[in-house]
């Protein structure tokens, strides 16, 4: 889960504010009974991932999906939202 959500986060800032860095990006985790939730926000503008540019990066949705049982990326004009979900039972 960490480093998934570090991915997330990571994404926020290289990419989601990449010409606005004073952005904000919020992390919320809920734990349930048997999963946790956890949501990763940023203000900024999407960036298509581009793998294929720079073959070396590009992997963290990948990574994401591997790591997490539910993976959600919900761009939009007010910024992107990352929904990562994790069963714990």
């Known amino acids: 889960m960490l480093i998934a959500a570090g991915e997330a986060v990571a994404n926020a800032i290289e990419h989601g504010h990449r010409h606005s860095p ?20 940023d203000t900024g503008s999407w960036k298509p991932p581009q793998p294929a540019n720079d073959p070396p990066r590009g992997r963290g949705f990948t990574l ?9 990326i919900l761009p939009d004009t007010a910024g992107t939202t990352v929904q990562l979900s994790a069963r714990i039972a």
């Open 64 to 72: 994401m999906r591997a790591l997490m049982h539910d993976v959600a």
């Open 22 to 41: 004073e952005g904000i990006i919020t992390l919320r985790a809920i734990a349930l009974v048997d999963q946790v939730q956890l949501t990763i926000a």
